[in-house]
């Protein structure tokens, strides 16, 4: 099973930009499709965006398209999350998550990290 480990997370003024990291290791990084979740206050986990195996393809949630872009490096075995125009309502622990093929489900994958918090003041 593939570890991860998500960093980047801090507080940032409202419109201010963010570039979130995962680091995998335990496993063949280009063999899993990668995925972001975050909770905020009170919610359960929200997707977020998803990316396959050799970032041809991506995917976004709504309220992010046009703002957020998920993106991989195999090399390194990481994947990021590039946030920008953050909102007051971007507040949340963010997860990274690899599974077999990209998907918005959270129990769709296989493995998760333990998050990193993103707090945006307004």
């Known amino acids: 099973q593939v570890q991860l480990v998500e960093s980047g997370g801090r507080l940032v003024q409202a419109g201010g930009s963010l570039r979130l990291s995962c680091a995998a290791s335990?496993?063949?990084?280009?063999?899993?499709?990668m995925g972001w979740f975050r909770q905020g206050p009170g919610k359960e986990h929200e997707y977020v965006a998803s990316?396959?195996?050799?970032?041809?393809?991506?995917f976004y949630t709504d309220s992010v398209k046009g703002r957020f872009t998920i993106s991989r490096d195999n090399a390194k075995s990481t994947v990021y999350l590039q946030m920008n125009s953050l909102k007051p309502e971007d507040t949340a622990v963010y997860y990274c998550?690899?599974?077999?093929?990209?998907?918005?489900?959270?129990?769709?994958?296989?493995?998760w990290g333990q998050g990193t918090q993103v707090t945006v003041s307004s």
């Open positions: 335990g496993g063949i990084f280009s063999n899993y499709a």
């Open positions: 998550a690899a599974g077999r093929w990209v998907s918005g489900t959270w129990s769709e994958y296989e493995s």
């Open positions: 990316i396959n195996w050799s970032g041809e393809n991506t």
